[in-house]
């Protein structure tokens, strides 16, 4: 497709209970990001993908968190456990190769809410 | 390590005030900027680029100029409408990062009529 599509639009979840969000990336792109924005501000980088390998997991909470980006599936989120400091809207964008000038394409996120 | 400062908002002006929005940043490297912008409810689109010393970004009226030796990428406008409305984000980019952005805490801009 041509936008980034990430469902869902809104998730909550009880203390302690899984929270799973998907993302298609823009067909043809190679790079996948995940950020976290708290607050309705400060982008916090999680972890990023080039195709299906994971090329820079420094932004990710040790525990708890975990992305895939499988082959022919959507590229997915998982919060084991969830707190309430998890609590935030979480944007997935996509990007063409490194280039210097190459932007990126977000989607219109998703909100978990942890009650 | 790699940073940007932004100025804290919100800013309100009047529609048709001249806008200004400061951004400094620190970097190992010579680093791509950007301004991306958020509307209410949506993701982050990218309004404006600069790829080396220099260069002016522009898009919609908004600019913004590549300031090497005051490691600056101030965002402006000219005349502000109630449309431009929004979260306004600093953020640069290194060579080889594989397209990560490390953002600014974003500036809220309020144009009221």
């Known amino acids: 497709g041509e936008e980034v599509a990430q469902t869902p639009k809104h998730l909550v979840r009880g203390e302690g209970q899984k929270a799973k969000l998907y993302c298609a990336p823009i067909?043809?792109?190679?790079?996948v990001f995940w950020y976290q924005q708290v607050l309705k501000n400060e982008f916090k980088f999680l972890i990023s993908f080039q195709n299906e390998n994971v090329f820079d997991e420094t932004g990710m909470p040790k525990e708890r968190f975990s992305a895939k980006c499988l082959p022919n599936s959507p590229c997915s989120l998982e919060i084991q456990a969830t707190k309430l400091e998890d609590s935030a809207v979480y944007f997935c964008a996509s990007s063409q190769p490194d280039r210097l000038n190459e932007k990126l394409f977000f989607g219109s996120g998703t909100q978990l809410s942890v009650l | 390590g790699n940073s940007v400062t932004q100025m804290e908002g919100p800013v309100t002006l009047s529609e048709e005030a001249f806008l200004t929005i400061n951004c400094t940043y620190t970097a190992t490297g010579y680093p791509s900027l950007f301004w991306y912008v958020q509307y209410p409810g949506e993701g982050l689109q990218l309004l404006l680029k600069a790829t080396k010393a220099d260069d002016k970004g522009s898009n919609k009226g908004f600019e913004a100029t590549y300031r090497k030796e005051t490691t600056s990428f101030h965002l402006e406008k000219g005349s502000v409408q109630v449309s431009d409305s929004a979260v306004y984000f600093c953020?640069?980019?290194?060579?080889?990062?594989?397209?990560?952005?490390?953002f600014g805490t974003g500036t809220q801009l309020k144009v009221e009529l």
């Open positions: 953020a640069l980019k290194l060579t080889g990062g594989g397209n990560k952005l490390t």
């Open positions: 067909k043809g792109h190679s790079y």
